[in-house]
């Protein structure tokens, strides 16, 4: 009986507390509701539909986050600068690659032509059935290339057969006009002098393996080339009389 007395009082000690929050939280939360309702209660009272809004927060706060970016950059800039990443202007990049072009090829500055350039041909008639080349050895010394190479791929290249004189210019048998000369002078350079890479005539030709390569002394690049195919010649002549 003792030990049901204490039990009933030790529940009925802990209801009663229960009891007292349960109505000291209702209690403050009516406190905090009758305070909101007096807060909208004075904004409403002040509220004015005429004024307009200020915006010095958003000001506040968009000079803040210009402020950052500002930073922000300027701390990436900075380590770019310290890491050899630095942004450049266009202009700038320009400059320099002038410059380094300038310095890798001095005959830039002084406007000259890097490419390889051919005068005219120079061409007269012998008789009635030649025809002379009278620069051919100017064209051999311009592409540093040797004379009987060009004289047989322009041969090859006319369909005819030719050879040279004692001024040593270049008689082929048929007629032909200077664009004919000029045509194949430039199809000899683009395939054994002018390299393919830089574009440059700053080549020479060398034989390996019974096969021919074009080698740059400027960009160090090769590539191997076509040997020169002759076309079919006829031989016409005057014909043996019968016996």
Same mark, same amino acid.
């Given at each position: 009986?003792a030990?049901?007395?204490?039990f009933?009082?030790?529940?009925?000690?802990?209801?009663?507390?229960?009891?007292r929050?349960?109505? %000291?939280?209702?209690? /403050? *939360?009516?406190?905090?509701?009758?305070d909101?309702?007096?807060?909208?209660?004075?904004?409403?009272?002040? %509220? #004015?539909?005429?004024?307009?809004?200020?915006?010095?927060?958003?000001?506040?706060?968009?000079?803040?986050?210009?402020?950052t #970016?500002?930073?922000? /950059? =300027?701390?990436?800039?900075l380590?770019k600068?310290?890491? *050899?990443?630095a #942004?450049?202007?266009?202009?700038?990049? @320009?400059?320099? @690659?002038?410059?380094?072009?300038?310095? =890798?090829? +001095?005959?830039?500055?002084d406007?000259?032509?890097? $490419?390889?350039?051919l005068?005219? +041909?120079?061409?007269?008639?012998? *008789?009635s059935?030649?025809?002379?080349?009278?620069?051919?050895?100017?064209y051999?010394?311009?592409?540093v290339?040797? +004379?009987?190479?060009?004289?047989?791929?322009?041969?090859?290249?006319? *369909?005819?057969?030719?050879? @040279?004189d $004692?001024?040593?210019?270049?008689v082929?048998? $048929?007629? %032909?006009? +200077?664009?004919? %000369?000029g045509?194949?002078?430039?199809k &000899?350079? =683009?395939?054994?002098?002018?390299?393919?890479?830089?574009?440059?005539? #700053?080549?020479?030709?060398?034989?390996?393996?019974r @096969?021919? &390569?074009?080698?740059c002394e400027?960009?160090?690049?090769s590539?191997?080339v076509?040997?020169?195919?002759?076309g079919f010649?006829?031989?016409?002549g005057?014909?043996?009389?019968?016996?």
């Amino acid at each position: 009986m003792a030990a049901l007395r204490e039990f009933c009082s030790r529940s009925n000690m802990e209801d009663n507390h229960n009891l007292r929050e349960l109505c %000291f939280r209702s209690n /403050m *939360g009516e406190n905090n509701l009758n305070d909101k309702k007096d807060k909208v209660a004075q904004a409403a009272a002040t %509220f #004015d539909p005429t004024k307009k809004k200020k915006k010095k927060k958003a000001i506040a706060i968009e000079e803040s986050s210009t402020s950052t #970016d500002d930073s922000s /950059m =300027n701390s990436s800039t900075l380590e770019k600068t310290k890491t *050899g990443e630095a #942004d450049y202007e266009y202009e700038e990049l @320009l400059d320099r @690659l002038l410059m380094k072009l300038r310095d =890798n090829n +001095p005959k830039l500055a002084d406007g000259e032509k890097c $490419g390889l350039v051919l005068s005219p +041909p120079q061409v007269l008639r012998e *008789g009635s059935k030649k025809t002379v080349l009278v620069n051919f050895m100017e064209y051999c010394r311009t592409m540093v290339r040797q +004379p009987d190479h060009v004289m047989s791929f322009m041969l090859a290249e006319l *369909g005819t057969s030719g050879s @040279l004189d $004692g001024q040593l210019r270049l008689v082929v048998k $048929g007629r %032909f006009s +200077p664009k004919n %000369f000029g045509a194949i002078l430039r199809k &000899y350079a =683009n395939q054994y002098v002018i390299c393919f890479a830089c574009k440059r005539p #700053d080549t020479r030709l060398s034989k390996e393996n019974r @096969l021919n &390569y074009l080698r740059c002394e400027r960009c160090c690049a090769s590539r191997s080339v076509a040997p020169i195919e002759a076309g079919f010649l006829a031989k016409v002549g005057k014909r043996n009389s019968a016996a």
